[in-house]
């Protein structure tokens, strides 16, 4: 069963680079092709869609966060990562990776439970 | 900027049928958008429930259902259960490799 564990910093101070990773069990990040992707629900909101990366490295991010996200992929450990530039506040988040399902990440499952990060001095 | 929509709350009784929509700002929703769906409780991550407009995920109850209505797409609940009070999003493909996820229906089963 594909399982998927978000990890890193949960506290960050703003201006800094925010850094998480996802290891993915029970399959292999290369199989299939499919595109792994992170999405982050700000507390008491709703969910956005970050980005996404396929084994080959092509990645795909949302035009809001372009400009200071990138998602990488470590295939020897089987894990994809994500950081994300000059945080603020705003960031602050439960952060998630999931496996895309399509050609373009057109759905997200399964999902990790998510690890929150907090941004502040 | 294109704006994915859905109703804030919806209130069933148990046993009920309920209807969620998923539509755009600007434009109509069809199978072309992929249209997904994801139940969330509070403190959990979410949970797909509906992918590609109508293939509910695996273990998924068959009272779950997906669809296109007009220029939306739908999720309907038939048998409304108590543990089925969640928050529900809709995620919408809207081309070049982006999705975008509607705000959310909050539903009550009372």
């Known amino acids: 069963q594909l399982q998927l564990q978000e990890s890193g910093s949960g506290l960050v101070k703003p201006s800094q680079i925010l850094s998480l990773t996802c290891a993915v069990s029970g399959g292999s990040i290369t199989s299939g092709g499919y595109p792994w992707s992170w999405i982050r629900q700000p507390p008491g909101k709703g969910l956005e869609w970050i980005g996404y990366?396929?084994?080959?490295?092509?990645?795909y991010y949302n035009p809001s966060l372009k400009s200071r996200v990138t998602i990488s992929v470590d295939l020897s450990k089987n894990q994809l990562s994500l950081n994300l530039r000059s945080v603020t506040a705003a960031d602050t988040a439960v952060y998630y990776c999931?496996?895309?399902?399509?050609?373009?990440?057109?759905?997200?499952?399964?999902w990790g439970q998510g690890t929150l990060v907090t941004v502040s001095s | 900027q294109t704006v994915v929509t859905q109703e804030p709350s919806f209130s069933v009784s148990p046993g009920g049928t309920v209807t969620l929509t998923c539509g755009l700002n600007?434009?109509?929703?069809?199978?072309?958008?992929?249209p997904s769906w994801y139940q969330q409780t509070p403190g959990q991550a979410p949970r797909t429930l509906i992918y590609t407009t109508n293939t509910r995920s695996s273990g998924v109850p068959d009272r779950f259902s997906g669809s296109i209505l007009g220029n939306k797409a739908a999720l309907t609940i038939t048998g409304a259960q108590a543990d089925d009070e969640s928050d529900y999003y809709c995620?919408?493909?809207?081309?070049?490799?982006?999705?975008?996820f509607g705000g959310g229906t909050k539903v009550t089963v009372l």
């Open positions: 995620a919408l493909y809207m081309g070049s490799g982006i999705s975008v």
């Open positions: 990366i396929y084994h080959t490295g092509t990645t």
């Open positions: 600007s434009g109509s929703v069809s199978a072309n958008s992929y």
């Open positions: 999931a496996r895309g399902g399509g050609r373009y990440a057109n759905w997200f499952d399964p």
